[in-house]
């Protein structure tokens, strides 16, 4: 990035509590025996802890060309509004910069690039990678970010529950049998099966993919008003009826409400996607050895698994250092070792498929400690079923999320004061009129 002005206007806005410095001190161009300065920006913590890696591994490699990454974390928020601000404005922004997928298509408008075209770097080993997922963050014909995974989407079953209630996981094969299950379980333990979000998106979002439904269609067209999304709404409203499924504490799986909630085994299952052992690892030690990772229920024999990533990294067009930038992100995250880190630093499903049934992926960790040894198994079992998403498809995608986690699931599943398709058909028109 600039230094001068720049890092001037940074430390006026930033505070101690906001952000959180991994490295720092250089200058951006070495001289002989220095190191280059690069900044990254990010709203996830594990990110640092990978990026940190994947510099010792490069300093390792180059000790004519040595890095040093200063890293700056964030309220996932407050880090895209600054982003967004800095861009905007041609100062201040990093060399390199994590995007959440929901929020890429807000960088993408107009023919002004933000970020630097990564083609050249991803198309020599674009057969390796499973290219829905890539394809997420292509715009114009130009790649703008590297995902770190698949985003595989995922049932976590705790099978201390459910063993009390004599079910098992492998018997679990549909949403109907999910519901079933849960009849079950309530009468034998009194606990929901599951939980339903309120204030977040992505579990709704994946049930609704299963079925081929999403906000929008390839060519951007609003759909979120769709006869197979209403049907999930219509699906989780049943069961939460019941008292087979509870509106999730805290309104979303991020909050230290469901934290304690899940650790003190308040439901027998939740979907998400694969990158959230993470949050069981870090979050809920006590659940270790108690919770098996399973494909999520289908609807039926033609249904699908959505694949929609998670967080792009991007290089910004206000680094001085592009070229390193890019070549430190490929050896970071497109090349074979760093793919393997990915899983084995992050526990992600990375990108990069040709290494799926290699050794690395075999390797203990702490994911396989807490979760078992055959993870993987389960997503190469779902990869011939893996479907993309229109995330950024349309530069209101972002608009309709907000309108989903904000309004949509919390009026339906937990006011009841508006009927699946009420809902869906008024977040369509502010969509539309949005457009």
Known sequence: MKKGKATRVMTGILTAAMVTGCMGGAMPVAAEGEKTELTFWTYVEQHTEFMQDAVVTWNEKHP??????????????????????????????PDLVDVNVARFSDFM???????????????PEKESFLEPVLDIYKYNGNYYGIEYHVGAPMMFYNTEILDQAGVK??????????????????????????????????????????????????????????????????????MLEDGTAVTTPGGGFHTEEYYGFMSQGGAASMLECMWYMG??????PELAGKVQLAAPPV???????????????SVTVQSENQDLAKRFLTEAKVSEEGAGKIWNVLGFDPLRWDIWETDVMKQSNKYTDYFGKDIF???????DKFHPSN???????????????????????NEKSATPEEALSAAAAEIKNAQ
């Open 377 to 383: 198994d389960v997503v190469l079992n779902m990869k």
């Open 169 to 238: 996981v492998e018997d679990i094969v549909t949403w109907d049998d999910l519901h079933e299950a849960g009849k079950k379980v309530l009468e034998a333990t009194g606990k929901p099966i599951i939980t339903f979000e309120v204030n977040d998106s992505w579990s709704y979002y994946i049930m609704c993919g299963e079925k081929y439904g999403d906000y929008f269609d390839e060519n951007g067209e609003c759909i979120i008003d769709s006869e197979a999304n209403a049907e999930v709404l219509n699906f989780m409203l049943e």
């Open 279 to 284: 949050r069981f690892t870090d979050y809920m």
């Open 64 to 93: 004519d060309e040595q890095i040093e990454l200063k890293c700056e974390t964030y309220p996932v928020e407050d880090m895209h509004s600054k982003l967004l601000i800095t861009l905007q404005s041609g100062d201040g922004a």
């Open 109 to 123: 408008q107009g023919d002004t690039e933000v970020f630097v075209p990564l083609n050249d770097v991803i198309e």
């Open 299 to 313: 609807w039926d024999e033609e249904s699908v698994f959505p694949v929609f990533g998670g967080t792009a990294t």
């Open 391 to 413: 995330i950024t498809a349309s530069p209101q995608f972002s608009l309709a999320n907000t309108l989903v986690a904000s309004d949509i699931l919390f009026r339906v599943l």
